[in-house]
């Protein structure tokens, strides 16, 4: 990924941080709170939160760790550090902090934190494994790692994404392609994961029901996150009937009470980096 290219991602999140997380969809913060019940934070811990985002992991890390321990936020948009830190300022919370930072390549020091978290970030860096290794020297020996990723996408909504195919480049298509296989199963990833040099590496898998009011409230939501850059590759004057295309994919699939149901999977993995005495041990 060129400068330019990490650029235009930074200023994407940009654009989505007002409204990120912010419209009453149980989103990004359901699935922050079982990756911490996962890795289990204890207080006193040194916590990095990469790809923080507006704090849907680093708040309630921060509240696990206690007092005496620390969570750092970084991320590569101005903006979402902007809002988290005056969020962080408005509950007056001595134990978070948040800085602006690549989270390919975190300029942080070897072996410093106790926990590394990434929530939904992975697949967003030009290189996936690059960033892991990283994530491992950053970590103490022993420390340990927690990721989310999406998974296996609901069956129902393949209508909404077929709308989109014909907007995007080819460039860009095969990029996901390639991506996608690198996270096409728990074996796959959990490869990648170790190939990073991490141990003890353990994923599960979990589907949940994320609601939206209507159709209408899925298209607002959809603009707010990483879907947005599908809907910037729409030319303007070809907005409205992709969105109309939408409803009319989105409109079967209602409720009775008008809502739709989005089968969201989510993937959970915790690797651990190996202490040192282990790591003579195998070596000799």
Same mark, same amino acid.
């Given at each position: 990924?060129?400068?330019?290219?990490?650029?235009?991602?930074?200023? !994407?999140?940009?654009?989505?941080?007002?409204?990120? $997380?912010?419209?009453? +969809? /149980?989103?990004?913060?359901a699935?922050?709170h079982?990756?911490?019940?996962?890795v289990? !934070?204890?207080?006193?811990?040194?916590?990095? /939160?990469?790809?923080?985002?507006? #704090?849907?992991?680093?708040?309630?890390? *921060?509240?696990?760790?206690?007092? $005496?321990?620390?969570?750092?936020?970084i991320?590569?948009?101005?903006?979402?550090?902007?809002?988290?830190?005056?969020d962080?300022?408005?509950?007056?919370?001595?134990?978070? @902090?948040?800085?602006?930072?690549?989270?390919q390549?975190?300029?942080?020091? $070897?072996?410093?934190?106790d &926990?590394?978290?990434?929530?939904?970030?992975?697949?967003?860096l030009?290189?996936?494994?690059?960033?892991?290794?990283?994530?491992?020297? +950053?970590?103490?020996?022993?420390?340990?790692?927690?990721?989310?990723?999406? #998974?296996?996408?609901d069956?129902?909504? *393949?209508?909404?994404?077929?709308?989109?195919?014909?907007?995007?480049?080819?460039?860009?298509?095969?990029?996901?392609? &390639?991506?996608?296989?690198?996270?096409?199963?728990?074996?796959?990833? #959990?490869? *990648?994961?170790?190939?990073?040099?991490? @141990?003890?590496?353990?994923? &599960?898998?979990?589907?949940?029901?994320?609601?939206?009011?209507?159709?209408?409230?899925?298209?607002?939501? @959809?603009?707010?996150?990483?879907?947005?850059?599908?809907w910037?590759? +729409?030319?303007? $004057?070809?907005?409205?009937a992709?969105?109309?295309?939408?409803l009319?994919?989105?409109?079967?699939?209602?409720?009775?009470? #008008?809502? &739709? +149901?989005?089968?969201?999977?989510?993937?959970?993995?915790?690797a651990?980096?190996?202490?040192?005495?282990?790591?003579?041990?195998?070596?000799?």
């Open positions: 990924m060129t400068a330019d290219t990490r650029q235009a991602m930074a200023s !994407l999140f940009d654009r989505t941080a007002q409204t990120y $997380d912010a419209l009453g +969809v /149980d989103f990004f913060t699935f922050a079982d990756l911490l019940d996962r289990a !934070l204890v207080p006193g811990e040194r916590v990095l /939160d990469v790809g923080c985002g507006r #704090g849907a992991v680093l708040f309630p890390a *921060a509240e696990r760790v206690g007092v $005496d321990g620390s969570v750092l936020g991320d590569l948009s101005s903006a979402m550090i902007e809002r988290t830190a005056k962080i300022g408005d509950r007056r919370l001595t134990n978070a @902090s948040v800085s602006l930072m690549d989270a390549e975190p300029t942080l020091d $070897d072996g410093v934190f &926990v590394v978290l990434a929530s939904f970030v992975v697949f967003f030009p290189d996936p494994v690059a960033g892991l290794r990283s994530w491992h020297r +950053v970590l103490k020996p022993g420390g340990r790692a927690g990721v989310t990723t999406f #998974g296996a996408d069956p129902r909504w *393949a209508g909404v994404r077929e709308v989109f195919k014909p907007f995007v480049p080819a460039e860009l298509a095969w990029t996901l392609a &390639v991506r996608a296989a690198l996270f096409a199963s728990l074996e796959s990833f #959990g490869q *990648a994961v170790e190939s990073a040099g991490f @141990s003890a590496v353990s994923s &599960v898998e979990r589907t949940y029901p994320v609601k939206f009011a209507d159709p209408g409230h899925w298209i607002t939501w @959809s603009w707010s996150h990483g879907q947005r850059m599908f910037e590759l +729409v030319p303007e $004057d070809q907005l409205d992709v969105r109309r295309a939408v009319a994919e989105l409109e079967p699939l209602r409720e009775s009470d #008008g809502s &739709v +149901v989005l089968a969201q999977t989510v993937r959970y993995t915790t651990h980096r190996g202490c040192l005495r282990a790591r003579a041990a195998v070596e000799a």
